[in-house]
């Protein structure tokens, strides 16, 4: 027998083999990460709907994580909330008692800081604490729009691995019921479908709320930090808002224009 005869020989008989393979062979290791495969008796697969549903909708909220945590990092700046430009004119401004041409820079700039130090202008007439008070309130209902807005990342985070672990749950008894249907002595490769289900959508799950808590946390502390030194700041210009000798700020305030002046 030749050489050639033999070979030929020998792919004629491996034939059957390499095109059962693709048969038999499972699913690939990235699409194990977005459909839920069961092992069929007669070696085929098939969808599992409940598990595939529950991977692509937390594939969806994945992606959806992606999207918050870029728009939390972009609304929620440093420089928009507290701009040490718009900062220190309008400290400049107040000290050298422009004070009309401060309550017109307030109203248009300087972010939080600004909206901050107009609400307290607008209520220079009442009295320095009425001004304190203002801008305490404004401050705090200007860091509790911000925390609302990233309130989302949270839910996020929380609702995750809850799905997840509502999967892994589900995968379990899928590979559970499997063993009892094959009298206990189930095939590992039947086990295969509950099993990688129940794994998934804990990656899924805990892929979904690690990014996601961490933002929270991160652009939350931001957000605090510079609502507490926007206040500070404020606090510290409408200091000189206090009447000397109980007269009305408005009076104290015209009073240093005029000493200024001179």
Do not use: K
């Amino acid at each position: 027998m030749t050489m050639h005869h033999r070979l030929r020989c020998i792919l004629a008989a491996s034939a059957p083999a390499l095109a059962a393979a693709p048969a038999q062979a499972g699913p690939s290791f990235a699409t194990a990460f977005f459909i839920s495969l069961d092992q069929l008796p007669d070696g085929g697969t098939r969808i599992d709907w409940i598990g595939s549903s529950m991977i692509w909708v937390l594939i969806a909220m994945s992606m959806a994580s992606v999207a918050l945590i870029w728009i939390a990092f972009a609304a929620n700046r440093l420089e928009d909330m507290l701009p040490a430009q718009s900062v220190e004119s309008m400290r400049r401004a107040v000290g050298e008692g422009r004070f009309a041409e401060a309550l017109d820079a307030s109203r248009t700039q300087g972010g939080d800081f600004g909206r901050v130090l107009h609400a307290a202008l607008v209520a220079a007439p009442a009295g320095h604490d009425s001004m304190l008070r203002a801008a305490e309130s404004m401050s705090d209902e200007l860091v509790v729009r911000r925390l609302r807005r990233i309130e989302v990342l949270n839910v996020f985070g929380q609702v995750a691995p809850m799905i997840g672990l509502f999967g892994t749950v589900y995968g379990m008894i899928v590979a559970f019921f499997t063993i009892a249907q094959a009298g206990g002595t189930a095939d590992p490769v039947a086990l295969a479908g509950g099993i990688g289900t129940a794994l998934v959508t804990t990656f899924w799950g805990l892929l979904i709320a690690i990014p996601a808590l961490s933002t929270y946390a991160v652009v939350r502390n931001r957000i605090d930090a510079a609502g507490a030194e926007g206040a500070r700041e404020v606090e510290q210009i409408v200091a000189r808002f206090r009447p000397a000798s109980g007269a009305t700020p408005v009076a104290a305030l015209r009073g240093e224009a005029g000493g200024a002046g001179a």
